[in-house]
């Protein structure tokens, strides 16, 4: 009946999109034959063209080559993660202008870091840019640094030494998008980006 490879960024399995889809898909299409993995996100719009995907779980933004495109599937929200010993972690909520003097350990979804820097009215100092969310916040445990987060991590993750906390003010989005092929031509792919819209649509 067909094949399909999925690739996935970790915190799409963390906020649950991936199996709820990649799960009920596979409960409806038992003769589609399902292949899952995690990919760096700058990866991602190249293992589509080149077909080494057929779709794929992403944070945006992101740049899309042409005859790429992608649709949200999940909304959500950054927060912070702080070391547990930071003075920031008294509190429930963190200014932006609070921030102007940490170091930012930089996620692959880099969006949130800079509408803090921008609300905050400074311009970030950089860490470094460990890839993984896990690796992110393995960094925050360590001490020095501070990260805008998934909110869905905060749910998912308890690492020793790291607090999560809102950030002050109106909610800086953070989404996960489908990412596939605009002229899809495979039956067992269009099929399954069918679905997937149709559970995004239902809720």
Same mark, same amino acid.
């Given at each position: ?19 709820? !889809? ?9 003769? #589609? ?6 990919? /760096?996100?700058?990866? *991602? ?12 779980? *992403?944070?945006? &933004?992101? /740049?899309?080559? #042409? ?5 949200? *599937? ?33 996620? %692959? ?5 800079? %509408? ?29 640094? *501070?990260?805008? !987060? ?9 690492? /020793?030494? !790291? #607090? ?19 002229? %899809?031509?495979? &039956? ?16």
């Amino acid at each position: 009946m067909g094949r399909i490879e999925i690739g996935y960024v970790a915190s799409a399995a963390y906020a649950g999109v991936l199996q709820k !889809v990649v799960g009920g898909f596979r409960g409806t299409h038992a003769g #589609v034959e399902v292949s899952i993995r995690e990919v /760096p996100m700058d990866a *991602v719009a190249v293992m589509l063209g080149d077909g080494l995907l057929d779709a794929a779980y *992403v944070r945006p &933004p992101m /740049p899309l080559a #042409v005859g790429i495109q992608a649709t949200t *599937v999940h909304r959500d929200r950054f927060v912070l993660a702080l070391p547990a010993d930071s003075p920031l972690a008294d509190s429930a909520s963190v200014r932006p202008s609070q921030l102007r003097d940490q170091c930012f350990v930089l996620p %692959e979804q880099e969006s949130g870091t800079f %509408e803090v820097a921008r609300r905050g009215r400074f311009s970030p100092r950089l860490g470094p840019r460990p890839g993984t969310l896990a690796a992110v916040l393995a960094c925050v445990s360590l001490g020095g640094y *501070v990260s805008a !987060v998934p909110h869905t991590l905060a749910d998912c993750i308890a690492l /020793p030494g !790291v #607090v999560y906390r809102d950030i002050a003010g109106q909610a800086i989005a953070s989404e996960i998008a489908l990412a596939f092929r605009r002229h %899809e031509r495979a &039956p067992a792919v269009k099929a399954f980006l069918r679905f997937a819209r149709d559970d995004k649509d239902s809720r």
